[in-house]
């Protein structure tokens, strides 16, 4: 096959996801503005009266469109239930909870799919590669674009992970110096999170979403059992736990807050100590191949320089 063949292919590929994702992000808008009407209708919508007319920059527009794209074909049943349910929650995890979060993730993996083994396929034809190279690049692009987006999202996930459970003791203080104040379990999280969102912002979040379903849920196991699961942390899992039983058993809350705190920063110090353990095995490599061959050339240098003078 030819490159006109291949660029023909793939402008024709372009086109027809361009045509596609403006009449997908047409039908969001025209469900925008009926969500719009609707808050009019109840006294919640919050008018733009006044303020002139952002223009949509081109990245934005093309934002949309992949957005749209993704969120048709994850409303159209072709991903099952359960992997909608999957795909949103490590999306979460991973500190994109937004609406057009699953939409985007959805489009940019489907246009990474298709794109980048057409951009493989075109740049090969104008190179002299043999034909089996030339036939497994574009696989290897296709594989990248389709694992490319889990793997940036995994790396989200950890690093979020990682803030969340480096925050989590910071958070249990204040959360005992509020109960200690005499404040009950919802509005200490929600003050908790108010205070330490420009320190910490994922932890608060997630007492945010813990403080909504507070509100939403009248069981209050499922909403704190629920902070548990999306984190996957045993430290969070171990502060839900104490939560429920304390509420259960009765039990003083800020008793437990304080020896739970107590305990995790035992657990951070334990690691650090863990860690600085490790350095002198680390370094014992970069000694080796680093610096013994300059000390041998120092030391050992001018006898040899010696040597070779008097035998020559």
């Known amino acids: 096959m ?19 994702g403006l009449v997908l992000l047409r039908h969001a808008r025209r469900d925008e503005k009926l969500r719009d009407r609707l808050r009019m209708a109840n006294g919640t919508y919050v008018g733009r009266a006044g303020q002139p007319a952002a223009v949509p920059q081109p990245g934005a527009v093309l934002a949309r469109m992949v957005t749209a794209i993704g969120a048709h074909i994850a409303s159209s049943g072709v991903l099952s239930r359960k992997t909608v349910a999957e795909l949103e929650k490590a999306l979460a995890v991973a500190g994109m909870s937004g609406r057009s979060a699953l939409g985007m993730f959805i489009g940019c993996k489907i246009l990474l799919l298709i794109g980048l083994p057409l951009v493989a396929v075109v740049v090969t034809q104008n190179m002299e590669l043999d034909a089996t190279l030339s036939n497994l690049l574009p696989a290897g692009a296709g594989i990248l674009g389709l694992v490319g987006p889990d793997m940036v999202v995994r790396r989200l996930r950890n690093s979020y992970v990682k803030k969340v459970e480096a925050s989590l003791p910071d958070s249990l203080d204040m959360l005992l110096i509020c109960t200690q104040a005499g404040l009950p379990l919802e509005p200490a999280l929600t003050r908790v999170s108010q205070e330490i969102r420009t320190a910490h912002p994922q932890i608060a979040w997630e007492f945010e979403q813990t403080v909504n379903e507070l509100q939403m849920n ?22 839900t736990t104490t939560l429920i039983q304390t509420m259960q058993y009765g039990t003083p809350l800020g008793e437990a807050l304080r020896a739970l705190a107590s305990e995790m920063r035992t657990e951070t110090l334990i690691r650090f100590e863990e860690k600085a353990a490790r350095l002198p095995v680390l370094l014992t490599l970069p000694m080796v191949a680093f610096v013994l061959p300059c000390i041998f050339i120092v030391v050992a240098g001018p006898a040899a320089l010696r040597l070779v003078a008097a035998f020559s």
């Open 218 to 239: 009248s069981d209050v196991k499922v909403a704190l059992n629920n902070l548990g699961e999306r984190t996957g942390l045993e430290s969070v899992k171990r502060l």
């Open 2 to 20: 030819n490159s006109p063949v291949l660029l023909t292919g793939a402008f024709v590929l372009t086109l027809t996801m361009l045509i596609t």
